[in-house]
């Protein structure tokens, strides 16, 4: 059985159907990770689709998830007369003059099926529509792909090829061979590899663009996620001081207010701020920046400074002088937001095996096999980095799994709610995600103070995470619209 699996695709509803049963029972798609190895898979990823239906292989022989000949005691094999399919092939459907066959539906709904517990498969013709409706969708993303010129060339073809012996503990000739003897066509195999490298290519490349995320986006979701209490408002405020000695007479004072406001309307008439607080403001301490006192806690300006802002839009120049003790100030409001206040968060050092479902390895078998490298660990007849080493197909791989400290939210919910849970030294039961099936330890646990800028990364990843999906979707309905698509279906009665 040979492992083709890479990073894993989105889809959802096309045309009003849900595909989300087709979706979670074909998580494999033969690219990308192949050729980017460093990434650690269940950390969060702009631009990696969650799941879809995964191109059924046209080989003679039906081979499927578990529909497959015997590998290391990891696959099964089923009767499934070829000629089913064989006889009864026509077209049904066309996608910009390239056809699909009911060849094409059959295996794919196959392969469908056995990833899919019996008790939640649909009925078989609400299943094929699920399953055309995805083939379409990615016949239309690769003529996509093809009109802007994207291309996978033989260098990186054979690097993947190269990449799924490796997974598979085979050379490149033993994995032809191997194909040959599941019935699977070489050059076949890598032209469906072909196109699961573009595809990827190809969503990674014009769906994240689509997200928009701003910094009230990312303020409401740190309030929420933490709480109010967690944020407190800061400013940004730029000031002109004319200063007014103790002791002054009031003809002093006068003179000075008079030099103040002579300021403030230079400054409201579009006079330059930085400017005019390099030449008329008597705070050394902020002359030389033009006047900004940098971003400060409301808590940390004064009173003054704080009741005359609330009033100001960004931007926005005071309209009236102020009055403190020190003197007379012309403010301006550069800007405000919602700062994190001292805060601790759960940081954790955990590490992984990631082995990924293909058309030939499905994931209850991967489950298993988990299961037993788990027992393994626990007794004491391997060690965890030894055997995240030898199996583990993420980039972590060669550093024993070791992902080092993660922020919370950096990785996939699925991932991090098991960590959550668990305790140092313990080791997971097999958790599958998007990514994979992990088998994970957590090594340590520690609490350390937030870093306001990390926590908003981590806060602008999640909300990309959340929109992935919807922006995914959309984009997939404008590519089909695009496309030239004709139905046919009929033949068998005709």
Known sequence: MIDTNGASRRSGRRSGRHLSLVAAAALAILATTVATTGQAQGLKRSGSPKNAASAADPSTRLVVPGFGSEVSGMSRTIDTPVSDVRTADYIVAVVNQEPITNSDVTLRMLRVLQETPADKQPPRE???AQVLDTLIEERSQLARASEMGMRVDEVDLDRAVESIAAQNELSVPQLKQRLA????????FRRML?????????????VPPRIKITESDIDGYI??????AATERELSVAQILVSVKDGASEAEVAQRKARAEEVLAKARSGGDFIKLAHDYSDDATTREAGGELGWKATSQLPDLFVGAATTLKPGDIGPVVLRSGAGFHVIKLIDRRDAIKGYAVVQHHARHILIRPTPQLPQRVIVDKLGELRQLILGGQASFAQLARQYSQDGSATKGGDLGWSQPGQFVPEFQQVLDRMQPGQISQPVTTRFGVHLIQLLERRDVPVDPKQLRDNARNALRE????????EWARDIRAQ?????????PGR
């Open 466 to 473: 959340q929109r992935f999906e919807a922006a995914y979707q």
């Open 126 to 128: 609400e299943l094929r």
């Open 223 to 228: 309030s929420e996620q933490l709480g109010q």
């Open 483 to 491: 496309a030239y698509v004709e139905i046919r279906e009929a033949q």
């Open 181 to 188: 003897q599941d019935g699977q066509d070489y050059e076949r």
């Open 194 to 206: 072909r196109e699961r490298i573009m595809l990827d290519r190809l969503r990674e490349r014009e």
